[in-house]
Every structure is written in C-alpha cells, then in structure tokens.
C-alpha cells in the first residue's frame, strides 16, 4: 500500500475544509473496512485520509421530530445494541446483525456502507424501504438526498468530492406495522448477499418492497408495491406480487451465483417476506432473525 | 507520514513509530513482538488476526496502526497473563484445535462473547463465531467448548 497523509480532525467543518480543499485526492474514514481492502489492492490511492473518528457530532442514534437520526459513526454493532431500532426499524437491525461478522460489525458503520455503495450493499434495501434521507454537509452548506436518489451505480452516489454523509434520518412510522430483511447468503459470517430483500408493511396496507445485489443499485419494486396498495395480504397476491417484483430487478451471473437462480430466487424470498411482515405485525411472529430460507 | 503512537498494548503503555500505511497486525507481529495475531486472509474475512480494542473485537489485519492511538489493544497475550482463561482450558479439555492457527482469533472472539453475554446458547455460540474460519474444519469442537464454558457460567450464576 502506498503511503499517505493521515488526518484525524476532530469537527466537521474542519473535515470540510480540507476535503475541499483536496477533492477527491482525500478520503474519509470511518470503520475502513472497505476502505482499506480498496487501498491495500491499490484500486484506491489516495493522498490523504481523513480520518472522521475523532468528530464527536458523528456519534450517536437519536428520536426527534418524527425522525430517528443515525449518525455517520454509528457501527453496525451499535444499531444491533439498540433497543430503538430493534423495536422501530427491525428490518434495518435484521439487515444489520447479518453484515460481514461481528470483528466487522464493531467498526463498519451503516453509512461507509451505503458511500462505498456496492450492488450488494446490506443497509441500502431498508433505507429505500423506509423513504430514509441520507444528510449531506460541505463547506457550502447542508442537503437531504432521498435514500433512492443517492444510489447512481455500482459504487457510484450522488455525493460531490467536497460533500461528506453525516448521517441518514428516518421517518418513524405511526401505527401497526410488520417489517423483514432476508438475506441470501451461501455461509453466515463475512460473505456477501447474493440477494437482499427489505419489506415495510403498515396496518393501511401500504407496502414497501426494496432489494439488494440484484440490480447495479438497491431498488424499490414499485409494480409489485403498486399491485398490493390498500390490498389485504394473502398468498396468492403475495406469489403474484414476488413475480411482479422481477420486473424491477437485473441480476447479473456472478461469482456467488447465477442470474436464473438470484431470479428464481428473489421470488421465493419477497413472497416470504411479504408473508412475513404481515404475519409480524398481526401475531408478533415469526421472531426476529427466524430464518426464512 | 510518520507518526508515534501511543497506546495500552496487554495492560502496559507501548509508544511506536509507524509510517500511515502500517497494518495494527504487522506493528504487534514485527515491531512489538505480539505474534498471537495471525495473517490469514488479509482481507477481514477469517478472523485469525482478531484482537481486541476497547474491549470489542477487530480485525487487526484491515487496520491502521495509527488508528488505536490512545486505545486500549488486547491479544491472547494480555488474557493469558494470569495462565489460561477458563475459555481457553475449555478449548483444551474439548481439544478444540487442529493445526491451532486459527486458535488466538477464536479465543478471542469467544472472550467477547462471553464478556457481553456470560452463558450463550448454542445458536448464539455459532452466531457470534460465524466471522472466525477454521481451515482444519475443527467447528464442533470449538462449539462444544464454548457449550461448557456457557454452563459453566450458567452454573456459576453468571
């Protein structure tokens, strides 16, 4: 690995200053743990490493006005230990206690997950599913970029060279409500979703239907959402729903499977989870990571 | 860039000069003599690297040096001072190693867990140890030791 220049600033406004001043010669640093793969093989060689552990408004996960506020430096492991995601966001703490492995979920956060911005990235699926902001500060001034719209490509984002995430606000839902993440993966610990599938649903029979590594950027399935809106669930609007779903995704063939089985599979798994979140949100059941396939 | 970094290595105060671009695993292994660690995938995926810093478990393999200055690091060394740990004669009496490279991050891990949660069931056992490899494949007796180490405290009122 090359050698650089490593900063550890301790506010933002600091952070943003050099990170305009150097544009994409600098990288922040949170957990690395992509970061430093991406560095250690030379895909990335940057100048400078801002390291953006020592900023203490990054800390933190937080109810206010209608929104939970999870801030840039909140690991994985963090979100799994509260008791306010558990109980308000159990699909984003679903998502969460299935990341990597635990030695990768005490330093990664949620948001160096969605800035590194891979296909199969676990945290993007429940933020489109909850209509989640991501926060964006620079130097000029501050933004909110819809969790939908801050997705462009594989690892691409929205995010200027002189803009920093800060962290991603949630809107908290009012009423009954069912929620699931399924992850296919072929081990547990370390290895990558070969499909994700995040499910909200709500006692007005709304649904939100999102997925992950099985299109360039996590997707909503809006067919599929659009088909079940104000509908009762049952099994056969489910199975018909998941075949809709299809149509909002393109997997690729890839080392951890082929297009055909991610396909064959995406069905299977949003007929479950849509059958799942209904019956969490009547019953209370199935429990918190119950293995649905 | 240069840097010296200051940090509590095993319970004593360690202060080392590194250059930005040094990995935690190769300043314990090279420059502090702390060769518990292991380099085994290099990427974060084994687990055989495992230490722990304030307490949680990391990957010393995907960070930096600079990184842990003013931290708290611990590796088998500084669990071991005392003799062997109650996980690690659990692991002896269960025979839970083969080839033994991938022992350090294993115990390690297992400290963690058992640190936060005293008796685990199985399922948590196999959850919280899902992100360390043992090439050898020597899982069951790994689980079977931290099964009793679980009663143990169970028994123990822990």
């Known amino acids: 690995m090359e050698n650089f220049r490593y900063l550890k600033p301790a506010a933002i406004d600091k952070a943003l200053s050099l990170k305009k001043e150097l544009g994409s010669k600098a990288r922040f640093l949170l957990g690395g743990t992509d970061l430093f793969i991406q560095m250690d093989k030379g895909f990335v060689v940057p100048e400078t490493v801002i390291d953006l552990k020592g900023i203490d408004e990054l800390k933190g996960i937080e109810k206010k006005d209608g929104y939970v506020y999870v801030g840039a430096r909140v690991t994985w492991t963090q979100l799994i230990e509260s008791d306010l995601i558990r109980k308000e966001f159990p699909a984003l703490w679903e998502a969460s206690d299935i990341v990597a492995s635990v030695g990768v979920r005490n330093t990664g956060t949620l948001v160096g997950n969605i800035c590194n911005a891979v296909p199969s990235l676990e945290g993007g699926s429940p933020l489109l599913a909850y209509n989640a902001a991501v926060l964006v500060k620079s130097s000029q001034g501050e933004r909110e970029i819809p969790a939908a719209d801050f997705f462009t490509g594989v690892k691409k984002t929205a995010l200027a060279d002189d803009e920093m995430v800060t962290g991603v606000k949630i809107p908290v839902k009012n009423g009954k409500f069912g929620e699931v993440y399924v992850k296919m993966g072929r081990y547990e610990g370390e290895d990558l979703a070969q499909a994700g599938v995040a499910v909200v649903v709500d006692d007005k029979n709304n649904y939100r239907i999102a997925l992950n590594a099985v299109a360039p950027t996590p997707v909503r399935a809006e067919k599929a959402e659009a088909l079940l809106s104000g509908k009762k669930l049952d099994e056969s609007l489910a199975e018909k729903a998941a075949e809709l779903a299809l149509e909002s995704i393109s997997p690729i063939s890839d080392i951890r499977s082929s297009k055909e089985y991610r396909l064959h599979m995406c069905r299977v798994m949003v007929k479950r989870a849509l059958m799942a979140s209904v019956s969490r949100m009547e019953t209370g059941k199935p429990a918190l990571n119950t293995r649905l396939i | ?158």
């Open chain 2, 1 to 158: 860039m240069n840097h010296t970094v200051k940090f509590n290595l095993n319970g004593s105060p360690v202060e080392v000069q590194v250059k930005s671009n040094e990995k935690l695993l190769d300043v314990l292994r090279d420059k502090l003599g702390v060769t518990s660690p292991k380099f085994g995938c290099g990427v974060g995926e084994c687990g055989a690297c495992t230490v722990l810093i304030d307490g949680l478990s990391v990957r010393s393999c995907i960070t930096f040096a600079v990184e842990v200055e003013g931290k708290n690091v611990v590796s088998l060394e500084g669990l071991q001072a005392d003799g062997p740990t109650k996980i690690q004669k659990a692991f002896i009496k269960n025979n839970a190693f083969q080839c033994g490279f991938c022992a350090p991050g294993f115990v390690m891990s297992a400290t963690e867990l058992i640190e936060k949660n005293p008796s685990p069931t199985e399922e948590e056992i196999r959850h919280a140890l899902a992100g360390n490899l043992c090439r050898c494949t020597g899982y069951k007796n790994i689980v079977d030791a931290m099964n009793e180490v679980s009663q143990e405290n169970k028994e123990e009122g822990r």
